[in-house]
């Protein structure tokens, strides 16, 4: 019974097999070519433009793919595969991948480090192409005017390194982990353990190069202040393909101090006491101290086969180590610091030590790509503006003590913060905001139901924080990107939709992003699953070209033969 049933069914999916191989692939394969075939009219070296295009059947293909893949969520076979991923060298390369795509009528992807914790940056449930941007790359540092020249293509590990190579008395301000691109980051707002004395990435960006959805490199001065101001955090893939930011550089002090301070519910160390104080000397301390909260449940060394929650307080001080224990014995005595708790570096040092390396580790480690072994993961966010009561923390233990594996990290705001005007930029969480919380959950084993498990508890968290966090709207961070705070369909791309998480992530500065994305890309061409709609929520479908009609025909042509097939099949089983 089993073997009869077994062998047609076998010959069914090599027959399944063979049809999709020998009908998809010619469409693949159709777009590769005219893809080519267009952009070597957009260089003045047409022979070098085969190198960069990966098509499917390329054996490099997955490796290509693959490389920028931060999220193993979306490494998997099911994952839907870009039919192209192009590898720009030279600025022509890159307006001509927006004007072909655009010819063609298909969607592009931008990816730089491909940090998007949705990977909305190589994922699309439609027909899609990635440009990807890790061979732009260049870092130029000028110490005597104090700004740096970075491509979007390059790593936060990569600034550091090039501006501590050519300055110890300069550093820059954005995110922890070495490896986050800078196209996305900076584009996103970006934020690291320097943001209340200095506020956010885009805080000090100067200008910028990008080309828009006419194949046009623009500067700040050619772009216009509207557009400027909109990708300092309005995401840039709604608006342009951005190839540099001009940065400022900010001064850091010789010796900085950093600390590690854990702490046990279950242990008589006083946890939800260390909490609540942090709650109020955190956000107000001296803007020179940034102290990161991370809470977590963990298998409890006290009570066998139990759950406790595990605080730990981590702190980067730009100053020396005695400044900073006599500071947090007089605002801070829950936390206990003493000097024996501190170790005091360079600031490139603090930047290996945020980052997890050990003591030991060189500088040139923030060259290194391939540092983080991606595992699978979901992020949430939240902004708390009044602070948590005992009561309130209690019973947050207990929900994440029965969920048992999503953990928060509580990143304080306030000082730099809270100067900058909520419209100086499209990042609105500024002044009112006493932290910002990123629901955490990690794993390290494939499997739908696994994945169903951890997503949906971080959710559940998420769910019963409600009371507790912000509220109309209930705000949320666009670099942690977050797919369940609403999405818009493709072809329905509404304003009404955008606004569901438009609102979240920018507050009312989604308005103006909106005019702005209706004024410089009208028929909405640089799109996402997250992007900000135009005024009247253009359907790009509508207005697509007669080329990518085509190819949209011959995809479903594909499926319905697929069908066919398949009913054939199952009439002779
Ligand atoms: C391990 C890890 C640590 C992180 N730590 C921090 C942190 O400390 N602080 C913080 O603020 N964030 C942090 N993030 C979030 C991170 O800033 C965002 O995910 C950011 O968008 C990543 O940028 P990317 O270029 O690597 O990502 P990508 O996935 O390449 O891109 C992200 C988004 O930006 C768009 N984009 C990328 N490049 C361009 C471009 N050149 N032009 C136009 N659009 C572009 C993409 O299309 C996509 O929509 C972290 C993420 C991870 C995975
Ligand atoms: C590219 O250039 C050739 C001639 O050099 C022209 O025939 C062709 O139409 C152009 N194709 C596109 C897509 O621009
Ligand atoms: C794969 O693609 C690269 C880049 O376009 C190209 O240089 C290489 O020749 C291709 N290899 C094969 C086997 O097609
Ligand atoms: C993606 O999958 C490939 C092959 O299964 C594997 O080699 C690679 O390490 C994976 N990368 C990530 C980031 O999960
Ligand atoms: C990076 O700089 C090098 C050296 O100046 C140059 O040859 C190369 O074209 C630049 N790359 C990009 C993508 O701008
Ligand atoms: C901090 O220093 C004290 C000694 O002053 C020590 O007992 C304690 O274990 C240290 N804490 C951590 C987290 O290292
Ligand atoms: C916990 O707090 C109580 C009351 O403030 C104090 O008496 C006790 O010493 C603290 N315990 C620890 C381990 O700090
Ligand atoms: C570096 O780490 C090692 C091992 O953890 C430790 O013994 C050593 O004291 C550390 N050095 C410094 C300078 O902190
Ligand atoms: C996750 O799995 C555990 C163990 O199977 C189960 O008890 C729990 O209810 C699941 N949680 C969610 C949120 O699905
Ligand atoms: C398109 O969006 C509108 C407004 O949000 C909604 O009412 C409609 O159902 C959507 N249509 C599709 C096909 O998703």
């Keep these: 019974m089993e073997k009869s049933c077994l062998l047609p069914f076998g010959i069914f999916l090599v027959l399944l097999l063979n049809i999709s191989a020998s009908v998809a692939a010619p469409t693949a394969e159709s777009v590769y070519i005219s893809f080519l075939q267009c952009l070597k009219n957009y260089t003045s070296s047409p022979d070098q433009v085969s190198n960069i295009i990966f098509a499917q059947t390329n054996a490099s293909f997955s490796s290509v793919l693959e490389a920028y893949i931060r999220n193993a969520r979306f490494n998997t076979t099911s994952t839907p595969k870009p039919l192209l991923v192009v590898t720009p060298l030279e600025e022509p390369h890159i307006q001509g991948a927006v004007i072909c795509a655009k010819n063609i009528g298909i969607q592009l992807k931008i990816r730089s480090g491909g940090h998007d914790y949705e990977g909305i940056s190589y994922v699309s449930d439609q027909p899609f192409i990635i440009l990807d941007m890790f061979q732009f790359r260049n870092i130029t540092v000028d110490v005597e005017n104090k700004v740096a020249v970075v491509q979007a293509g390059a790593t936060l590990g990569e600034v550091y390194y090039r501006i501590w190579e050519k300055s110890k008395v300069y550093g820059f301000p954005a995110g922890l ?4 691109g ?70 850091v002090p010789e010796v900085v101090t950093v600390f590690k301070i854990l702490k046990s519910l279950d242990k008589n160390e006083n946890m939800t006491e260390l909490v609540l104080q942090w709650q109020n000397v955190a956000p107000h301390t001296d803007d020179r101290l940034f102290m990161r909260l991370l809470l977590q449940p963990v298998s409890s060394k006290v009570v066998k086969k139990t759950k406790t929650i595990r605080a730990t307080v981590m702190a980067l001080f730009l100053g020396g180590a005695d400044e900073v224990v006599t500071l947090m014995g007089k605002e801070f005595p829950a936390l206990d610091l003493s000097k024996e708790n501190c170790t005091e570096m360079s ?14 580790t060189k ?36 929900k994440m003590i029965e969920l048992g594996k999503t953990g928060f990290v509580f990143n304080p ?8 005007s909520s419209d100086a930029t499209p990042f609105p969480h500024r002044a009112g905001n006493l932290f910002k919380i990123q629901y955490s959950v990690n794993w390290d084993e494939p499997g739908l139901e696994l994945d169903n498990n951890y997503t949906s508890q971080a959710r559940i968290l998420y769910s019963y924080m409600t009371p507790f966090v912000s509220s109309n709207p209930r705000s949320a961070f666009l ?16 304003y009404e939709e955008g606004a569901v998480y438009g609102i979240k992530y920018f507050n009312r500065n989604f308005e103006r992003l909106v005019k702005i994305k209706t004024v410089v890309d009208p028929e909405n061409f640089f ?45 002779f089983i």
Aim: aromatic residues 10%; charged residues 20%.
């Design 413 to 420: 705001y306030g000082g730099k913060m809270s100067e900058v």
């Design 363 to 398: 500088p040139q480690a923030l060259l290194d790509r391939n540092v983080n072994s991606a595992n699978f993961l979901k992020r949430k966010s939240d902004y708390v503006q009044k602070p948590l009561s005992k009561v309130e923390l209690e019973g947050i233990w207990k």
């Design 527 to 571: 799109r996402n699953e997250q992007s900000i709609p135009t005024q009247t929520g253009l359907d790009t479908a509508a207005s697509e070209s007669d080329a990518g009609k085509l190819l949209h025909l011959s995809l479903y042509w594909n499926l319905m033969v697929k069908v066919v097939w398949l009913l054939i099949f199952e009439v």
């Design 182 to 251: 800078v196209g996305g980051h900076l584009s996103g707002g970006g934020y690291g353990n320097m943001l209340r004395k200095h506020g956010l990435s885009v805080d000090h960006v100067v200008d910028a190069k990008i080309v828009d959805v006419k194949g046009r490199i623009l500067d700040k001065e050619a772009m216009g202040e509207d557009l400027f101001w909109a990708i300092k955090g309005g995401g840039g893939a709604s608006f342009g393909v951005i190839l540099s930011y001009t940065v400022k550089l900010v001064l």
């Design 347 to 360: 600031w490139i040092g603090s930047v290996l030590w945020w980052a997890n390396f050990d003591n030991a």
């Design 177 to 180: 982990c070495p490896t986050v």
């Design 479 to 494: 670099n942690y990107r977050d797919l369940d705070i609403g999405t818009n369909s493709f072809g329905n791309n509404t």
